[in-house]
C-alpha cells in the first residue's frame, strides 16, 4: 500500500527511530557495541532480552527501542505486536548487524498491535499511527489484507446485538457485494419458512425488527472450481426456550462469530482474486424467546428433508447449518468450509485458543493443521467419529439435533452437520470460540479470529 496512513510502508530511506532485536543468548554480544550511559540504562532497566521485553535507550541526538526476541533470524507474528502497542507514534525500522534484516512475519502483529475496540467510548485514546517500514514491499498489501481481515471479525464479534443483528449482517454482506461486484440474494422472514425451514424455525421468534434471513454470495468464473464458506449468524443466543442462565447469556454477541469468520475469509478471496467460484452462506438469526418459539420435542422438515427432534433449543446452530449446508451441497462444490461458535464442548476439550477442526479427509485436515502452524494460527483436529452417530438417534423423527449421554458434545455436533453435507464432498468444520478471554500482545481480549488465517492460507496453496 502506498497510503501514507498506511501501518506499514516502504523503506526508502526515510528518517526512523530503529529497533534492535536481541535474542537472550545474543544479548552480551550486542551490549558491548553500545555506549557506557547506554549500558547504564539497559541495567538499571534489568533488561534481560526476553521474549516481549523492551527497553528504550538514548541513539545519536533521538532514542531507540531495543526488544527481545525468541528467535531474530525467524520471526513471529507477533513479536513486534507489544512494541506497536506501547511506542509512541511515529516511523520505526528494523535494523540489525546482518545486511537485509526484515520485519518479515512481524508485520501483521504489528498492525493488529494496534487495534482498538472504541466504537463505544466518547474518551477513545488515539496514540496516532505507529508506522512500521519494510524493504519487502511486494509482501505489504497481502499482510495488511490479512490484518484487515482479522480486525473485521474482531469489530463484528465486539459489537452488541443490538448493533449486530441479522440486518447488520446482511449489510456487511452487502458491503462485500458492492465492493467486489458479486452476486447478493437474501431470503427473509415467512419467505424462509419453504425453502429454509429451520433457519426459519429458530429464528422467527425474534419478530420483525430482528427477522432471520439467509445471506447468499456468490463471485468468481463459474469455470473455477467451487467453493463454498459458510458461517454461523446467531446474533444474540438466548438459549430459546432452554434459556440460558444469565451468565451463561452474557458473551452471546459473539454467537455470530462463524458468519464474522465467514464474512472476513470471503473478503481475502475476493480481494486476491482467488481462481474460485466462491459461494459465501450466512444464516443469520436471534435465538430469542416469545409465543412462537420453536419447543422441546418439536420435529422441524429441513430443507434436505431430514426431519429433526427439538431435544434442546439451545442446540440452534447446527440447525441453521443444516439448512444452509444443504444449498452449498445443491452447487455440487468441490469443497466446503464451515465456522460455528457451535459447542462448550470444543471449550472443554481445546480451551479457547484452539479451534477444534473436524474434515472427512485426512489429507484435508493435514493442509490445514499445516497452514495454521506455519502462520500461528493453530487448530486441533477432533475425530468424526462413525461410532456417536447413535447419540443422535430419534424415536420420533430422522435425527435429533441434541445428543445424549453427555459425551463427545463436539463430534456429535460436527455429525449432525455431516448429515446435511452431501456425500462424498470435501468439508471442514471449525468448531471456534471467536473470543479471546485475556489479552496478550497483538491480540487484545474480545473478538477474536481463530482459524481464518489457517482457512485463509490453505484455500491459496490448494488454489492459488
Request: proline share 6%.
Amino acid at each position: 500500500m502506498s497510503d501514507k496512513n498506511a501501518l506499514i510502508q516502504p523503506d526508502r530511506g526515510q528518517q526512523a527511530i530503529s529497533i534492535h532485536l536481541v535474542e537472550k543468548d545474543g544479548l552480551e554480544k550486542f551490549t558491548k557495541g553500545l555506549t557506557v550511559p547506554q549500558r547504564a540504562l539497559l541495567e538499571a532497566a534489568r533488561f534481560t532480552a526476553s521474549a516481549g521485553d523492551h527497553v528504550i535507550l538514548p541513539e545519536g541526538e533521538g532514542w531507540c527501542a531495543v526488544a527481545g526476541v525468541a528467535d531474530a533470524a525467524t520471526l513471529s507474528p507477533w513479536c513486534l505486536a507489544k512494541l506497536a502497542e506501547k511506542l509512541p507514534a511515529g516511523t520505526y525500522r528494523r535494523v540489525d548487524p546482518n545486511p537485509g534484516a526484515e520485519p518479515g512475519a512481524a508485520m501483521l502483529g504489528w498492525i493488529l498491535g494496534q487495534y482498538a475496540f472504541d466504537r463505544y467510548k466518547a474518551d477513545a485514546e488515539d496514540q496516532g499511527p505507529r508506522v512500521l517500514l519494510t524493504g519487502e514491499p511486494a509482501r505489504i498489501d497481502a499482510v495488511t489484507a490479512e490484518a484487515e481481515a482479522v480486525m473485521l471479525v474482531r469489530d463484528l464479534v465486539n459489537t452488541p446485538a443490538e448493533d449486530m443483528g441479522p440486518a447488520q449482517l446482511e449489510a456487511e454482506a452487502e458491503a462485500l457485494h458492492k465492493a467486489f461486484r458479486a452476486v447478493i440474494r437474501v431470503t427473509r422472514g415467512d419467505a424462509l419458512e419453504r425453502d429454509f425451514p429451520m433457519v426459519h424455525a429458530v429464528g422467527r421468534a425474534a419478530g420483525r425488527s430482528h427477522a432471520p434471513r439467509l445471506i447468499e454470495l456468490e463471485w468468481g468464473d463459474p469455470k473455477h472450481p467451487r467453493v463454498a464458506i459458510v458461517g454461523k449468524g446467531v446474533c444474540f443466543d438466548s438459549g430459546g426456550l432452554d434459556i440460558k442462565p444469565s451468565s451463561g447469556m452474557l458473551l452471546m454477541k459473539k454467537d455470530m462469530g462463524g458468519a464474522a469468520h465467514a464474512l472476513a475469509l470471503a473478503r481475502l478471496v475476493m480481494s486476491a482474486n482467488l481462481p474460485v467460484r466462491l459461494h459465501v452462506l450466512v444464516p443469520a438469526v436471534e435465538n430469542a424467546i416469545s409465543g412462537n418459539s420453536f419447543r422441546p420435542g418439536d420435529v422441524l422438515r429441513s430443507r434436505a428433508g431430514i426431519t429433526v427432534e427439538i431435544g434442546n433449543t439451545d442446540a440452534e446452530g447446527r440447525l441453521i447449518l443444516g439448512d444452509a449446508l444443504t444449498r452449498a451441497g445443491e452447487e455440487k462444490p468441490d469443497f466446503i468450509v464451515d465456522f460455528a461458535t457451535l459447542t462448550g464442548a470444543a471449550r472443554v476439550a481445546v480451551g479457547p485458543d484452539l479451534p477444534a477442526l473436524f474434515t472427512r479427509e485426512d489429507a484435508t485436515a493435514d493442509a490445514l493443521l499445516a497452514a495454521g502452524k506455519a502462520v500461528d494460527d493453530p487448530c486441533w483436529r477432533l475425530p468424526l467419529h462413525e461410532g456417536y452417530r447413535e447419540y443422535l438417534k430419534s424415536d420420533v423423527a430422522d435425527i435429533n439435533n441434541a445428543g445424549t449421554g453427555g459425551f463427545a458434545g463436539a463430534s456429535t455436533a460436527a455429525l449432525f452437520l455431516d448429515r446435511f453435507v452431501p456425500a462424498g464432498v470435501d468439508w471442514a468444520h471449525f468448531d471456534t470460540f471467536a473470543w479471546r478471554p485475556a489479552a496478550k500482545p497483538g491480540r487484545p481480549k474480545g473478538g477474536e479470529a481463530l482459524g481464518l488465517r489457517a482457512a485463509w492460507h490453505m484455500l491459496k496453496q490448494r488454489y492459488g
